[in-house]
């Protein structure tokens, strides 16, 4: 994905423009650091030691019957400011659609994805993935108020925060994905029959940058001119 791509050149429904990487990109790691670090509430900026849990996400998670509620691959104990801390979990309401797992095919994740037949190949969403978007962001909304309102004390504006904290995330995790494609013999000659379904890393990877820049354009970018509209009438 070459940078300033148009998505409608992948996806025949492109959730923005451009990539949440183009956003990135432009909004740069200062601007994060000056937004993490401009607020006067202490629930905002100070520290909290995270038991643990630096890691937990509903993909994180198994709930069962036999063996109830287990917690994996949950991280080093640290110290964090609580919005960093709730990234993961907040970044997980939508990236674990990209782990879900496919009962049809055993050791491999659901496809969020297929392929048009009239439009030239692009991507499209499944049509349980499209069923499934209004409830995702239907269910992170009312977590992102609720925390707003219990934890950060109506701090309003550290939505931005939380926001660009989760977009970050699942760029994060694209990265991720391939890495662990390369790692694994992605894009090599293959010499073995080992490893031979790596398809799903670079699925999950697509799917990342898909809903990152979703949430970029929906939730994001709104709130972003509404602020500047706002600061520029007082001038």
């Not at 496919?102 to 069923?131: C, I, M, P, Y």
């Not at 962001?137 to 550290?158: C, G, R, S």
């Given at each position: 994905l070459k940078p300033h791509a148009l998505l409608s050149e992948i996806f025949a429904e492109p959730p923005s423009s451009y990539c949440a990487l183009d956003y990135i990109e432009q909004t740069g790691w200062m601007h994060v650091l000056e937004l993490a670090t401009s607020f006067d509430n202490p629930n905002v900026t100070d520290c909290i030691w995270t038991c643990g849990l630096t890691d937990a996400g509903l993909h994180n998670t198994f709930v069962g019957r036999e063996r109830g509620l287990e917690l994996f691959d949950l991280g080093t104990p640290q110290l964090m400011p609580m919005p960093a801390f709730l990234?993961?979990?907040?970044?997980?309401?939508?990236?674990?659609?990209?782990?879900?797992?496919?009962?049809?095919?055993?050791?491999?994740?659901?496809s969020r994805f297929q392929a048009t037949e009239t439009d030239g190949g692009k991507l499209s969403l499944t049509g349980r993935t499209k069923s499934l978007m209004p409830y995702v962001h239907k269910t992170f909304a009312y977590t992102m108020d609720h925390m707003i309102d219990e934890v950060f004390d109506k701090e309003e504006n550290v939505r931005e925060l939380l926001l660009t904290y989760t977009i970050f995330q699942l760029v994060s995790d694209a990265s991720f994905c391939l890495e662990r494609w390369e790692m694994k013999g992605g894009g090599r000659e293959r010499v073995s029959d080992r490893n031979t379904d790596l398809s799903k890393w670079l699925w999950r990877s697509v799917w990342d940058l898909y809903i990152a820049s979703d949430v970029y354009q929906k939730l994001l970018l709104p709130l972003q001119s509404k602020r500047i509209g706002s600061s520029a009438g007082k001038i």
């Amino acid at each position: 994905l070459k940078p300033h791509a148009l998505l409608s050149e992948i996806f025949a429904e492109p959730p923005s423009s451009y990539c949440a990487l183009d956003y990135i990109e432009q909004t740069g790691w200062m601007h994060v650091l000056e937004l993490a670090t401009s607020f006067d509430n202490p629930n905002v900026t100070d520290c909290i030691w995270t038991c643990g849990l630096t890691d937990a996400g509903l993909h994180n998670t198994f709930v069962g019957r036999e063996r109830g509620l287990e917690l994996f691959d949950l991280g080093t104990p640290q110290l964090m400011p609580m919005p960093a801390f709730l990234t993961k979990f907040l970044m997980s309401f939508f990236h674990i659609l990209g782990m879900e797992e496919d009962t049809h095919n055993k050791g491999t994740w659901v496809s969020r994805f297929q392929a048009t037949e009239t439009d030239g190949g692009k991507l499209s969403l499944t049509g349980r993935t499209k069923s499934l978007m209004p409830y995702v962001h239907k269910t992170f909304a009312y977590t992102m108020d609720h925390m707003i309102d219990e934890v950060f004390d109506k701090e309003e504006n550290v939505r931005e925060l939380l926001l660009t904290y989760t977009i970050f995330q699942l760029v994060s995790d694209a990265s991720f994905c391939l890495e662990r494609w390369e790692m694994k013999g992605g894009g090599r000659e293959r010499v073995s029959d080992r490893n031979t379904d790596l398809s799903k890393w670079l699925w999950r990877s697509v799917w990342d940058l898909y809903i990152a820049s979703d949430v970029y354009q929906k939730l994001l970018l709104p709130l972003q001119s509404k602020r500047i509209g706002s600061s520029a009438g007082k001038i």
